[in-house]
């Protein structure tokens, strides 16, 4: 039997017999087709149940990199209790109470100093050799949440069961404060593996010839509080990412992800037009030059700076070109995002063209006269209606009165009406 055919049988009630291997088996939510595909030491999921009780797992070490972070480290540490064995600093020469904090709230962390040199990656990779069993990297300003402790240990622990002899990564989950949900975070892998990772920064973990290693994804999250502005601000990591994007374009200015990286991390809301322009001309150019059958390290940003294309394009308006890279994504297989850009552009262009029947409305006023006031009435209903529609609200109420002064608009308060009911229900469930 194949992994993916145990994991399909969870959905069969009663296939599966309650136990620690199905309740660990819940907490896969996908893998690399050809991890997927690896034979089972049995075909009856009962016997492999009953190994499974016996199996002894690998320790975790949990592996944070730390500087200056005496006020998040306690935190972090706290909340992988019952998930790691062993916790391993790698310290890049904290000048505060670090180290101090993150023994008092785990004793018997193991700290190890690691200059810093412009390099995470020479950071995280300081592990290997110095951790066991399973490595855990863990950001000192994230935290797992309590609902799913005890959830790590146990997927790493079903892994090692099931793929004892295979080499992958494992992501857990990283949600941002207030932002985006991260899946593909490739932050676990095993002391002894092949991987190491690479990328001064946005660094991941990648096979001695630059290729992506097989991946699990599992129903375990982590918080993550670095994003927040104020901390981004107070820390200077905008800079400190543009500053190392550069420099890891320098030395490979044939590697298109590090243009899509100094792009996306360098541009600002308020960037003006030209610099949009120039940004946009830059990551066209390196997505658009690819070489055939890259690896993984190469290649991994393209359809990303395909959806950065399509911001770009947006905010220059340029539609020809969004028309290219939302297509682009839909072949890609990322149909929302294309979906959104092409949405974008329509709703713009349809917007546009709602206020231009608005204001040829209001041109037309001149031209009453009493054989057609009756058809003025309408017409100012219709503009009432139209401007509400398409966001030019401080024309709504005018045309509404004009309306009204003419015997028509009497359909429009029941708009108003149920718009107020929409708003107020809005806010209820917003307070709520």
């Given at each position: 039997?194949?992994?993916s055919e145990l994991l399909d049988l969870l959905h069969v009630p009663g296939a599966v017999p309650a136990s620690a291997l199905a309740s660990d088996l819940a907490l896969i939510t996908s893998m690399s087709p050809d991890l997927a595909n690896t034979r089972l030491a049995s075909s009856d999921p009962a016997d492999l149940a009953a190994g499974y009780t016996a199996h002894r797992?690998?320790?975790v070490t949990a592996v944070v990199l730390t500087a200056d972070e005496e006020e998040r480290i306690a935190a972090c540490l706290t909340a992988l209790t019952d998930d790691v064995d062993h916790c391993?600093?790698?310290?890049?020469?904290?000048?505060?109470g670090t180290v101090e904090e993150a023994l008092r709230a785990r004793p018997g962390t193991r700290i190890v100093s690691a200059p810093w040199a412009d390099d995470f990656s020479r950071q995280r990779n300081t592990?290997?050799?110095a951790g066991e069993g399973w490595l855990c990297h863990v950001d000192a300003d994230e935290v797992l949440v309590p609902t799913h402790a005890r959830r790590l240990r146990r997927a790493l622990s079903l892994l090692d069961y099931l793929l004892a002899e295979r080499d992958f990564v494992v992501s857990p989950v990283i949600a941002d404060a207030g932002g985006p949900v991260y899946t593909n975070t490739q932050r676990i892998l095993r002391a002894d593996s092949p991987f190491r990772f690479r990328g001064r920064v946005h660094e991941h973990p990648y096979a001695p010839d630059g290729l992506a290693p097989p991946r699990v994804q599992v129903d375990v999250r982590f918080d993550h509080f670095g994003y927040l502005p104020e901390t981004i601000e107070k820390r200077g990591k905008r800079e400190l990412y543009v500053r190392l994007d550069r420099l890891s374009r320098a030395e490979e200015p044939d590697n298109p992800k590090w243009v899509y990286y100094e792009v996306r991390d360098g541009l600002t809301p308020a960037a003006p037009e030209e610099e949009l322009q120039s940004a946009f001309t830059l990551l066209s150019a390196a997505a658009d030059h690819v070489v055939p059958d890259a690896p993984g390290y190469r290649t991994e940003r393209i359809v990303d700076s395909w959806s950065l294309l399509c911001e770009l394009a947006v905010r220059l308006g340029e539609a020809d070109t969004l028309r290219t890279y939302t297509?682009?994504?839909?072949?890609?297989?990322?149909?929302?995002?294309?979906?959104y850009y092409r949405t974008l552009v329509e709703s713009s262009r349809l917007l546009g063209r709602l206020s231009v029947l608005v204001d040829g409305i209001t041109s037309v006023e001149p031209a009453e006269q009493p054989s057609n006031r009756h058809l003025m009435a309408r017409l100012f209903e219709l503009q009432s209606t139209l401007a509400l529609a398409g966001g030019r609200y401080e024309t709504v109420l005018p045309a509404y009165r004009k309306a009204v002064a003419r015997g028509a608009g009497r359909s429009i308060p029941a708009d108003f009406e149920a718009l107020a009911r929409l708003l107020a229900e809005a806010r209820d469930e917003n307070i709520a």
């Open positions: 039997m194949k992994l797992p690998r320790p391993l600093l790698i310290d890049s020469g904290s000048s505060d592990a290997f050799g297509g682009l994504l839909a072949q890609a297989g990322r149909t929302v995002e294309a979906t």
